[in-house]
């Protein structure tokens, strides 16, 4: 009896040996491994795993653009009275819940410095490290020596913090956010006319998709960073956008050039790339009293084939030896100049990326870095 018993169980195993890899495979052949429908957060559906591109679960950048786009529904984009809308109704419900009775207490848990381990060292018990989120700013004051050296850094979630002595061992850093109402601080600019060095220009907005966060416009603090104020006309050209670029004429303080570029996360911020309703459009941008009122000076508009498209506009600098002359980056298209002593009152491209194409397959547009060197005379551009 005890042989029959052990060959019904070596029976079960065959059995399940075959029908379970059938059933993982979906029964096809050569072992090839069918993806399963998943569910997308914010679809209420389901969207095959064997999709690419725009139909590829998991992907952060598809994750927004879907939630944006639910949220946006029945319209295409989420306009500006709406948002408005919204936050008015949280501020009434935080207003009348200000006085409710909280029973309990709230403690922290964790520590306010986040400890992580790289995910290649973890499983090797490495020691714990400090993990950082992004610096994508940097401002120095003009005058920069040992005990005397007084830097900004601008994060993409964190505000602005500055230090008086960057060159110091250990540096003590102080956040100087009072009067900001946005995080992300995409660009930082010490005002080139100020001998004191304490006005500074935050631009805020993070360029780029998928976690960069979208700002509300251009902030200025003439006491070194302890407290901000917006700059009134930027508001209605960086409000949902990423400020890329802040420069200060210096022959005139009240000339103020800023640009600007796509950012995905945020109140008026499109999650499927597209322009948020009611935007200004990308470009470069001047002000000839202080920033209360700004024109556009110049953008860059690309037609695809399913629509005419503004191109980000990565970085802008003046030359050093003609501040009269302005260099601006834009995605995809290279390097421009604007000199009136050289190119008259137009726009002129001076250097052209390898890849400059929007075909899907040309694996995207090439982002131009550049800076510019004072050779004496003579202005050299990396």
């Given at each position: 009896m005890r042989w029959r018993f052990v060959l019904g169980i070596l029976l079960v195993a065959i059995v399940l040996g075959i029908v379970l890899p059938l059933t993982l495979t979906g029964g096809r052949k050569?072992?090839?491994?069918?993806t399963a429908n998943v569910p997308r957060p914010g679809t209420g559906g389901f969207v095959s795993g064997e999709g690419k591109g725009h139909g590829e679960a998991g992907s952060i950048t598809q994750i927004l653009r879907k939630a944006y786009d639910d949220r946006a529904y029945p319209a295409r984009t989420i306009a500006v009275s709406r948002a408005q809308v919204s936050r008015l109704a949280y501020l009434h419900v935080r207003a009348h819940s200000a006085g409710a009775h909280v029973s309990g207490e709230w403690k922290q848990l964790g520590s306010a410095r986040f400890r992580a381990l790289p995910s290649e060292l973890a499983l090797a018990k490495a020691r714990?490290?400090?993990?950082?989120?992004?610096?994508?700013?940097?401002?120095?004051?003009?005058?920069?020596?040992?005990?005397?050296?007084r830097l900004w850094v601008g994060t993409a979630g964190g505000?602005?913090?500055?230090t008086d002595d960057a060159l110091a061992l250990h540096p003590l850093w102080t956040a100087t956010t009072t009067g900001m109402t946005s995080s992300a601080v995409g660009v930082l600019t010490v005002d080139p006319t100020d001998p004191t060095g304490r006005t500074v220009y935050a631009g805020t907005g993070e360029l780029g998709l998928g976690d960069s966060e979208a700002g509300v416009g251009v902030f200025r603090s003439s006491d070194g960073g302890d407290t901000w104020s917006v700059l009134p006309g930027s508001v209605d050209?960086?409000?949902?956008?990423?400020?890329?670029?802040?420069?200060?004429?210096p022959r005139d303080p009240k000339t103020i050039l800023v640009s600007t570029g796509v950012s995905s996360r945020g109140t008026f911020a499109s999650g499927n790339g597209s322009s948020p309703a009611g935007a200004a459009p990308?470009?470069?941008?001047?002000?000839?009293d202080g920033g209360q009122t700004f024109t556009l000076l110049f953008k860059e508009a690309v037609d695809t084939g399913s629509g005419v498209?503004?191109?980000d506009v990565d970085q802008i600098a003046l030359d050093p030896n003609d501040p009269g002359t302005v260099y601006v980056s834009v995605s995809g298209r290279g390097l421009f100049r604007h000199s009136p002593a050289l190119d008259g009152d137009s726009f002129h491209r001076i250097f052209v990326p390898r890849n400059s194409s929007l075909s899907p397959d040309s694996g995207g547009l090439d982002r131009v870095a550049f800076a510019v060197a004072d050779l004496g005379g003579k202005t050299r551009i990396y």
């Open positions: 050569g072992g090839q491994a069918a714990p490290w400090n993990a950082s989120g992004r610096l994508i700013s940097l401002a120095v004051a003009p005058v920069c020596h040992a005990g005397d050296c505000g602005v913090f500055r050209i960086a409000r949902g956008r990423a400020v890329t670029g802040v420069l200060v004429d990308l470009g470069l941008y001047r002000s000839s498209f503004t191109l």
